[in-house]
C-alpha cells in the first residue's frame, strides 16, 4: 500500500508528465500511427506496430496518472515541524563507523531517478520519524538491526 503523501514540487513534476503526454507525445505518435496505417499492410509494418504499442503505453500512464493525481494529498512544510523528521525533510545520519546518509523523505512517487529521495514507507524513514538531531536511530534490516544517530535536520531545498 503506497502513501498518498507528495510534496509540492513531486505534484507538479507529476501534473507536467501528464500534460506533456497528453498534448505533446500522444499526438505525435497519434499521427505516426495514422500514417504508418496509410501504408497499407499493418502485419509487417514496423512503424505501425511500435508506434501502436508505444500509444498503449502513453494511455496507460495517463490512466495513472489522472487517477494517482486525484488520491495524492500535497503537504507543504509548517513551522511547527522544525527541528523534528517528518516529511520532507532533509535527514543526514551517520553509524558509529562514520558512514553518513543524506536523504529526504517524500512520496513514494518522487523517488524514482534519484539516489538522495526516500520513501515515507521505508524503513529507514518510519524510523526517523519525529526524531530529532543527535537521535539515535534504530533501523530493522534483513541484517539485522543497524543504530545511526542524526546529525542534521532541514526543510530548505
Known amino acids: 500500500m503506497k502513501t498518498n503523501l507528495i510534496t509540492r514540487k513531486g505534484y507538479e513534476k507529476l501534473q507536467q508528465e ?3 503526454l497528453w498534448k ?4 505525435e505518435t497519434t499521427k505516426k500511427v495514422s500514417w504508418a496505417a496509410s501504408l497499407g499492410d ?5 512503424d505501425y506496430q511500435y508506434n501502436k504499442k508505444r500509444l498503449r503505453e502513453i494511455d496507460r500512464r495517463v490512466r495513472y496518472l489522472r487517477k494517482r493525481l486525484e488520491q495524492l494529498k500535497i503537504v507543504d512544510y509548517s513551522p511547527q515541524q522544525e527541528g523534528k523528521v517528518f516529511f ?6 551517520e553509524n558509529d563507523n562514520g558512514e553518513t546518509l543524506l536523504f529526504r523523505i517524500v512520496g513514494p512517487d518522487e523517488i524514482y531517478g534519484r539516489n538522495d529521495y526516500i520513501s515515507i ?6 524510523a526517523c520519524l519525529k526524531k530529532q538531531v543527535d ?3 534504530v533501523v530493522k534490516t534483513p541484517t ?6 542524526i546529525n542534521s535536520i532541514s526543510y530548505s531545498e
Not at 505533446?24 to 499526438?27: A, I, L, N
Request: negative net charge; without cysteine.
Open 88 to 93: 520532507g525533510a532533509w535527514v543526514e545520519i
Open 24 to 27: 505533446v507525445e500522444r499526438p
Open 135 to 137: 537521535d539515535e536511530v
Open 144 to 149: 539485522g538491526e543497524k543504530e545511526w544517530y
Open 18 to 20: 501528464l500534460n506533456h
Open 42 to 46: 499493418r502485419s509487417e509494418n514496423a
Open 121 to 126: 514507507d521505508s524503513p529507514m524513514a518510519r
